[in-house]
């Protein structure tokens, strides 16, 4: 793993300065940076989207790493104030904006891994659910609280949570409430690991590096079809799995790979 780091250039754009971005070898690292909550709004969801948009275009990078600024925020989501006077306009906006980001980040080429040091709340939890994977700190507590203030999540919440931890977890999260911490988060799904307090950042990074042992190609082609088993029954992408297998074989990755293997070698990844 390289341990050259550098500020990534997003191209002609300019982000928000509520994101941040590095780059770490073939990973990019964004830090939600708009204290004192990393709460999100309309220009940085906005960001986040051209980001993507422009990380899926760039063959460099293989990974991407989101985190918060600071100790104790992942993300608290939205800024209530936004729709404190209760234009439906805006909300109407809002809620497209927020679901136009987190769906791409969703649908990012690559591997996304969400390292939550820190409350991840409402948004930010919505956030953290868009991504491939979650790595949380002991100290991390997560909820979808947006029923207590006569609201619902808007993000993908109320599908992308049942979906990792069953319905009636969710339920509690979203109908009760309910607060649960990294612990808690680990047994029921929710996260794939627990790390301790400021650990979450460097270790997703540690795990996204293994990314760049992986062919670029085959990743891209193997993460629809796990993510479409949303969609269809249990056994209704099989035939798709095994076509793409074949279609892999157009690509000079493939040969690469396979002849790597057999040559006891590593492999030198063209991304085509």
Same mark, same amino acid.
């Given at each position: 793993?390289?341990?050259?780091? !550098?500020?990534?250039?997003?191209?002609?754009?300019?982000?928000?300065?509520?994101?941040?971005?590095?780059?770490?070898?073939?990973?990019?690292?964004?830090?939600?940076?708009?204290?004192?909550?990393?709460?999100?709004?309309?220009?940085?969801?906005?960001?986040?989207?051209?980001?993507?948009?422009?990380?899926?275009?760039?063959?460099?990078?293989?990974?991407?790493?989101?985190?918060?600024?600071?100790?104790?925020?992942?993300?608290?989501?939205?800024?209530?104030?936004?729709?404190?006077?209760?234009?439906?306009?805006?909300?109407?906006?809002?809620? %497209?904006?927020?679901?136009?980001?987190?769906?791409?980040? %969703?649908?990012?080429?690559?591997?996304?891994?969400?390292?939550?040091?820190?409350?991840?709340?409402?948004?930010?939890?919505?956030?953290?659910?868009?991504?491939?994977?979650?790595?949380? !700190?002991?100290?991390?507590?997560?909820?979808?609280? !947006?029923?207590?203030?006569?609201?619902?999540?808007?993000?993908?919440?109320?599908?992308?949570?049942?979906?990792?931890?069953?319905?009636?977890?969710?339920?509690?999260?979203?109908?009760?409430?309910?607060?649960?911490?990294?612990?808690?988060?680990?047994?029921?799904?929710?996260?794939?690991?627990?790390?301790?307090?400021? !650990?979450?950042?460097?270790?997703?990074?540690?795990?996204?590096?293994?990314?760049?042992?992986?062919?670029?190609?085959?990743?891209?082609?193997?993460?629809?079809?796990?993510?479409?088993?949303?969609?269809?029954?249990?056994?209704? *992408?099989?035939?798709?799995?095994?076509?793409?297998?074949?279609?892999?074989?157009?690509?000079?990755?493939? %040969?690469?790979?396979?002849?790597?293997?057999?040559?006891?070698?590593?492999?030198? *990844?063209?991304?085509?």
């Amino acid at each position: 793993m390289t341990t050259a780091v !550098e500020q990534y250039q997003p191209g002609v754009f300019d982000l928000t300065h509520k994101l941040t971005v590095e780059k770490h070898g073939h990973t990019a690292l964004l830090t939600i940076n708009h204290p004192p909550a990393n709460t999100w709004d309309r220009e940085s969801l906005i960001g986040l989207k051209q980001l993507i948009e422009h990380l899926n275009h760039d063959d460099n990078i293989y990974a991407l790493v989101i985190t918060g600024q600071g100790q104790k925020f992942f993300s608290a989501g939205a800024d209530l104030n936004l729709f404190a006077d209760g234009d439906k306009a805006r909300a109407r906006e809002m809620a %497209r904006r927020f679901g136009e980001a987190f769906e791409a980040l %969703r649908d990012f080429r690559g591997v996304s891994i969400a390292a939550i040091n820190g409350y991840a709340m409402g948004g930010g939890l919505e956030c953290a659910l868009a991504c491939d994977i979650r790595i949380a !700190e002991r100290q991390a507590q997560m909820a979808l609280p !947006e029923a207590t203030v006569g609201l619902l999540p808007c993000a993908g919440g109320t599908q992308a949570l049942p979906w990792l931890i069953g319905e009636g977890w969710a339920k509690r999260m979203i109908l009760c409430g309910e607060r649960v911490d990294a612990e808690t988060a680990l047994r029921i799904g929710l996260v794939e690991q627990v790390v301790d307090s400021g !650990e979450a950042r460097g270790t997703a990074l540690l795990l996204a590096a293994k990314v760049a042992r992986q062919s670029p190609v085959a990743v891209r082609t193997i993460k629809p079809l796990i993510q479409g088993a949303r969609e269809r029954g249990p056994n209704g *992408w099989l035939p798709e799995e095994r076509e793409r297998f074949v279609d892999l074989f157009d690509a000079d990755d493939t %040969r690469e790979g396979v002849n790597a293997f057999l040559e006891k070698r590593d492999p030198h *990844w063209r991304n085509k």
